[in-house]
Each structure stands twice: as C-alpha cells, then as structure tokens.
C-alpha cells in the first residue's frame, strides 16, 4: 500500500476486556514498531520487530500485552484485561531495509478503555 | 541517548521563517541529531537528520554547532500546515536496522496567519 496503515482508527471497550490491535506496514518493510502515546505526552516505545522476531520488548508495560507478527509483514498488539490506564494511541511505524533513520507512521489506533 | 531540550512553544508569521532551537550539550561522537513532526490527530513524520555537517533538504535544513552541543531546524517558508509539534531527537548510530526513538515533548510550532 501507500503508507502505513492501522485498524481499528478507533476501539472503544470495557475494563477487563481484551483488545487486538493491527498494522499493516509498508511492503517490503523489514523492520516494525509499536509505540503508545497518551494525551499530551511524547510517544512511548513498546516493541520492535526484525521481520517476524522480536529482539527488543522491552517497552511492554505489563504481561497483559503481547506482540505478534506474521509473514514478516502484518503485526498485531494485544492487550489482555485492560484497564482505565492503557487508553492512549497507539502507534505502528515501518522502515526500508538499510534505512533505519525515517520511520513512517501509520495513523494510529485511538483506544479508549471505559 | 542523550538527553534534548526544546522550548515548549513558538509562533511564527505565515511566509517567514521558522527557527527551532535544540539543546543537547551532552551528546557524545556517535549519536544523531533527528527532528520528527506530529500534526494535530497524524502519525510523526520524518523531517531531516544530521550528524555533523549542515543538512538540506526539500522539508527543511539542520544546522548543527561545530560543538554538536545544539542544533536548529530551520524551515524557510513557514505555511498554515507547519503548524505541528516538532521532536529532537538525539540516537546513537542505528544497528541492524534498528532505531529506537525516545520522543519528548517537543517545541508546538503555531504558524499564524
């Protein structure tokens, strides 16, 4: 595709509740990321994916989120039993093999736990 | 990485110049100096990156100190959609492809009419 792209653009859900989140990034894309930005803040890194392994999590904030990706391209973020405080937006970036400096962003995902 | 500092906001006329300074007094040889933009609901976007010299291109240029200890993103034609807030980054050299960002929070350009 054109860009970067993520659905849902919007999720609205209960407390306790599970929620997956999905990108889809540029082809051809090697490298894959997923950041979280709360209201007013910067961006929060979470995970990074090398094709389909992922050599830095270190971002996650708890066991209740989970990274997957598949076929070296589409990556879905899961979070289990969400609470009041993972609303945010959350982020996926993509970058070209040999061209770690720019990082394209899809849109986002606004989720919003009630 | 080391740490940045950016003032939290500035205006600038439509059509004049916008300057946005950076300080990051310790960073060390081997670390880059990156400037993102995020507009207002939008993914960051890539501007420009440098690690000594000056840079140009069609967005914007980076002039960087010959100490390295600050740097200023200068976009010459500010228009109504520059306006977005606007992140330095300092990174050490990506390896295997891979380029951690740490975003602060960045300088609130408001480009007026």
């Known amino acids: 595709g054109a860009g970067v792209s993520q659905s849902p653009s919007n999720k609205v859900t209960e407390k306790g509740k599970d929620v997956e989140l999905r990108c889809d990034p540029i082809?051809?894309?090697?490298?894959l990321y997923w950041y979280r930005q709360s209201l007013g803040q910067g961006l929060e890194f979470l995970i990074y994916?090398?094709?389909?392994?992922?050599?830095?999590k270190s971002g996650l904030p708890s066991d209740r989120f989970s990274a997957e990706r598949t076929g070296g391209s589409v990556s879905t973020l899961t979070i289990q039993r969400t609470q009041q405080e993972d609303s945010a937006v959350y982020l996926c970036?993509?970058?070209?093999?040999?061209?770690?400096?720019?990082?394209?962003f899809g849109p986002g995902t606004r989720l919003t736990v009630l | 990485d080391a740490k940045t500092t950016q003032p939290p906001s500035m205006d600038c006329a439509e059509g004049r110049a916008a300057n946005l300074p950076c300080n990051h007094s310790?960073?060390?040889?081997?670390?880059?100096v990156y400037w993102y933009r995020q507009i207002h609901s939008q993914g960051p976007q890539y501007i420009i990156h440098?690690?000594?010299n000056n840079e140009t291109n069609e967005m914007a240029s980076l002039i960087i100190t010959e100490d390295r200890k600050s740097s200023t993103l200068i976009l010459p034609h500010a228009t109504l959609r520059d306006t977005a807030v606007y992140y330095c980054?300092?990174?050490?050299?990506?390896?295997?492809?891979?380029?951690?960002?740490?975003f602060g929070s960045g300088t609130k350009l408001n480009v007026k009419p």
């Open positions: 970036a993509s970058t070209q093999p040999g061209g770690p400096h720019e990082q394209f």
């Open positions: 082809s051809g894309h090697t490298a």
């Open positions: 994916f090398q094709g389909n392994s992922a050599p830095d």
């Open positions: 310790t960073i060390s040889g081997n670390e880059y």
């Open positions: 440098g690690l000594k």
């Open positions: 980054i300092v990174r050490v050299a990506p390896r295997y492809n891979f380029n951690k960002f740490y």
